[in-house]
């Protein structure tokens, strides 16, 4: 079973149904609401959303640094075809991009 199917069981709705609703009443803009929507599975759509690809790549990261993935670990379970829909090689994910925390600094900041 993966983690969608046990979200829909358990809980009759996936988190990215939710997430999507609350950007629609936050008035996102229509694109980014789909967006949302999508990213669990955006190779599944019929047209291929690069903004939806980019948070597929941004969650599975998050996963990864939260269950403390080594190196190998990582490049074994990279998500590949999303990143190469994107034209983007898998080594840009696994060695450039900065931890989470680095990403997030300042957050806090500006939300508090």
Same mark, same amino acid.
């Given at each position: 079973d993966d983690r969608l199917a046990v979200e829909e069981r358990?809980?009759?709705?996936?988190? &990215?149904? @939710?997430?999507?609703?609350?950007a629609r009443q936050w008035r996102f803009p229509l694109s980014f609401v789909e967006a949302i929507r999508h990213f669990q599975a955006p190779l599944a759509q019929p047209k291929f959303d690069p903004v939806a690809g980019v948070?597929?790549?941004? &969650?599975? *990261? +998050? *996963? +990864?640094?939260?269950?403390?993935?080594?190196?190998a670990a990582m490049a +074994?379970? @990279?998500? &590949?075809? @999303?990143?190469a829909a994107l034209g983007m090689a898998p080594d840009v994910l696994l060695k450039e991009m900065p931890p989470l925390a680095e990403l997030c600094e300042g957050l806090e900041a500006l939300i508090g």
């Open positions: 358990t809980f009759g709705y996936q988190f &990215a149904t @939710v997430g999507s609703e609350l948070l597929h790549l941004a &969650a599975w *990261r +998050a *996963r +990864a640094e939260l269950h403390q993935l080594d190196a +074994a379970q @990279v998500p &590949a075809e @999303v990143c």
